[in-house]
């Protein structure tokens, strides 16, 4: 545990993330990259919101799959920065919230557990399974 929050510490974890999202997008190996600033909206804790007064927060992400009966959307994700709630509110911001956000869910669309993030977390040759918490980690 000590190793891996000293190599978090240190910027050496590398997080991908992915998460079905509403929407149909197209499916592609190229990343693309949301860059929006976001800051704490304060009368609404601890919701966050896309501001100029915020700070600068950047995702890359790319399609990789989806489902057309239902119209969602299975995203890769890679925060290149580590906002509070930054993967939700940059997928809300394109019109693509993750299905069954509690915080950024819509009205009357398909509703699922919330389970935004792949179960895996791999540090080194130790990969672990994680049934609440799941992402991908490696160290660079």
């Given amino acids: 545990q000590r190793v891996l929050s000293l190599r978090f510490a240190q910027r050496q ?8 999202v509403h929407g149909l997008l197209p499916v592609s190996d190229a990343w693309q990259c949301i860059d929006l600033p976001l800051i704490t909206d304060w009368p609404n804790r601890p919701r966050q919101i896309v501001s100029e007064q915020g700070k600068p927060s950047q995702t890359r992400w790319r399609c990789t799959s989806h489902k057309v009966a239902d119209h969602i959307s299975e995203l890769s994700l890679e925060p290149l920065t580590g906002r509070s709630h930054q ?12 299905v069954g956000d509690p915080l950024c869910a819509l009205a ?9 993030c792949v179960a895996y977390m791999a540090v080194g040759k130790l990969a672990r399974y994680l049934t609440m918490t799941g992402f991908l980690l490696w160290v660079v």
Avoid: S, T
């Fill in 13 to 20: 974890v590398h997080k991908r993330y992915v998460a079905w």
């Fill in 108 to 116: 009357g669309w398909l509703r699922l557990p919330f389970w935004p």
């Fill in 87 to 98: 993967l939700r509110v940059h997928l809300q911001a394109i019109g693509h919230p993750i």
